[in-house]
């Protein structure tokens, strides 16, 4: 009997450690809400100042604006797709798909940029390819195409929801379970919701759906609703897609001990100034002292005692600021992005320096082109060759960074082209190079036009 809801080993120790860096990505409330988890109570600790602590926790979120500006920065400008020896009907869909890739208005681009951060964020991100269920089978392409069964789409699912699977001999997925949950409210009158759990079984030839609801509490036994041959069954091939950043470009295990680290030397510096803004009364007296003190009330003293307030010295307060610098510039640093530390500290580096700690950052930023690049063409030929469209398909771009030096390329091109090289298809192909990336936030079948145009009008 095949167990639905067992955990990989993976998968099981995981865990624990995908919510953590979701906590530190996203911060705001959502961390606030679990900083119990995260805030350390000191050794015999009063419960009672340990929770005023955790109502006044805050948290900088260095990690997350790191993540979120090396996406912002690749899909700067659009990756621009090639077809070679589509039909019409091939380019149309790809068009289509381009701009709608999950049958939500998700753009392909805006897909994978949500697929690198969660990449970023958790090491892995998956991308299902999925069809239409067909309901009835049709006789050819063109009934087929009318009866919208050969619509590609995507579907996201995060590495929490990949529960269990099993690789081949190459490398590759034998079969893979994803598990997914949603919170169904019936209607607007007031009965309870309901809780529903699915479990979509792929292997290389077929698939198969298991669903339960939870009902006020009970839960039913799962039950096959769904089965049958997918739309890779031709291909043999599990019709899941991954995406992996790698161990040196996951940048929430990079980072993420030294976030922890700040988030709680940051909380300690902060309750240790609050308490500092406290000054307590001190006497100095040989005699007993039992006087009740306050705002509203006075002490009397002998002629030998004195009185007094603390104050702390502040060296302490000094050493965990400059502490929490180092932190901060560490956490840029292991995400090879420390020339945007921007923390008012001014470190003795040559120009030379300052470029070179660019150039790694641009460097790293190619990696994940050509990471995101290969997952995106992947998916792509994966879904000509299950639609049979006899294309030959590449991406180019995400590999320039800097919008600004647009006009430096134009210039480049015209001293290339002033050169007099007779060759056509070098002239058609820097034009549809310029032209495409100028245009790179257009819609595809505007890109394959103009493509076109330049192709047929230049000899």
Partial sequence: MFDIDREHPEYARNTAMWKRYRDLYVGGEQMRAAAASYLLQRNRE??????????????????GSII???????????????????EENSRSFFATFMDDCDLRGTSFTDFFRSALIDALVCGRSYALIDF?????????????DQLGMSRAYLVSYAPEQLINWSLDEHGGFEWVVLKSQRACQPSITGDPGTKQTRWVYYDKQRFRIYSHTEEHGKQ????????????LARQRRVPLAELRAGDGLWLMNRAGSLQLEHFNKSNA????????????????SARDFKQVMGESYYIQLGPEDRFGWTEPEGKVYQIAADNLTRLQNEIYRVCYALNQAG??????????????????????????GD??????????????????????????????FDIGDFSAEIADATQLLDLGIYSPTLRKQIFKKLALKYLCD??????????????????
């Fill in 68 to 86: 979120d500006w090396y996406a912002a920065t690749l899909f700067r400008r659009e990756p621009i797709l090639h077809l070679d020896g589509a």
């Fill in 343 to 368: 923390n008012g500290v001014t470190l003795s580096q040559s120009g030379l320096s300052k470029q070179r700690d660019f150039a790694v950052t641009q460097e790293v930023l190619r990696a994940y």
């Fill in 132 to 144: 239409p269920r067909a309901t009835e089978r049709a006789a050819n392409r063109a009934i087929e």
């Fill in 46 to 63: 009063p419960l009672a100042i340990y929770s005023e602590r955790l109502s006044h926790v805050y948290y900088e979120n260095y990690i």
């Fill in 220 to 231: 039913a036994t799962p039950a096959v609703v769904d089965e049958g041959y997918h739309g």
């Fill in 371 to 400: 990471v995101v690049k290969d997952s995106m063409k992947r998916v792509l030929r994966w879904i000509a060759e299950a639609r049979s469209d006899n294309l030959t398909i590449d991406l180019s771009g995400l590999d320039e």
């Fill in 269 to 284: 510096l902060s309750w240790a100034l609050t308490m500092g803004l406290f000054a307590t009364p001190v006497v100095y």
């Fill in 442 to 459: 257009v819609r595809q079948d505007l890109k394959d036009q103009i493509s076109a145009e330049i192709e047929s009008g230049i000899s």
